[in-house]
T-cell receptor
Framework: AQSVTQLGSHVSVSEGALVLLRCNYSSSVPPYLFWYVQYPNQGLQLLLKYTSAATLVKGINGFEAEFKKSETSFHLTKPSAHMSDAAEYFCAVITSGSARQLTFGSGTQLTVLP | EAGVAQSPRYKIIEKRQSVAFWCNPISGHATLYWYQQILGQGPKLLIQFQNNGVVDDSQLPKDRFSAERLKGVDSTLKIQPAKLEDSAVYLC????????????FGEGSRLTVL
């Protein structure tokens, strides 16, 4: 069964610094991978998705992620952090089978320091 | 376009009481999901509907949880009787059949069981 592991439950960066949030997947077949963001007291919002069309995926708010099969990784990056990026970020994978459900990682809380 | 609507936003009950949550998905979305998000964890799927049929309820604690989606639109999730460990945010999401993995989430219903 497909699953994702997010390394680091909390990440702090200074405003203007590089953001790197780590996600590794486990899948026996080419996966569909996603990053979602959750701002305080809100639901989750799709940031970007990988569906095998291109290994470098660009999302909203300046975020991007690169699919690396050799490393089974799908890390999320942003060149320059903004205070408004402070939120919780979830990596997710589509499960196989007819139901095609999202399975989420445990999340990474991003803090942006002034 | 109206988003996914959920109510109530907050609910406090005592253990062994019952509670119901309501969700109205985005118009035209065939698939509706209920997720449970415990503090510090990623969302966990409870049940998935496609139109008014259940696709997967394998992780729904059926001795106390029930859900229905009448007429393939609105959905209700009920807990009876509630336990302390049911304290969580209950997220409703919807998606179209054509956009696998692209879920639109409501703001959630936060349940506290005392």
């Amino acid at each position: 069964a497909q699953s994702v592991t997010q390394l680091g439950s909390h990440v702090s960066v200074s405003e203007g610094a590089l953001v790197l949030l780590r996600c590794n997947y486990s899948s026996s077949v080419p996966p569909y991978l996603f990053w979602y963001v959750q701002y305080p007291n809100q639901g989750l919002q799709l940031l970007l998705k990988y569906t095998s069309a291109a290994t470098l995926v660009k999302g909203i708010n300046g975020f991007e992620a690169e699919f690396k099969k050799s490393e089974t990784s799908f890390h999320l990056t942003k060149p320059s952090a903004h205070m408004s990026d402070a939120a919780e970020y979830f990596c997710a994978v589509i499960t196989s089978g007819s139901a095609r459900q999202l399975t989420f990682g445990s999340g990474t809380q991003l803090t942006v320091l002034p | 376009e109206a988003g996914v609507a959920q109510s109530p936003r907050y609910k406090i009950i005592e253990k062994r009481q019952s509670v119901a949550f309501w969700c109205n998905p985005i118009s035209g979305h065939a698939t509706l999901y209920w997720y449970q998000q415990i503090l510090g964890q990623g969302p966990k799927l409870l049940i998935q509907f496609q139109n008014n049929g259940v696709v997967d309820d394998s992780q729904l604690p059926k001795d106390r949880f029930s859900a229905e989606r009448l007429k393939g639109v609105d959905s209700t999730l009920k807990i009876q009787p509630a336990k302390l460990e049911d304290s969580a945010v209950y997220l409703c999401a919807s998606s179209s059949l054509q956009r696998t993995g692209e879920l639109f989430f409501g703001e959630g219903s936060r349940l506290t069981v005392l």
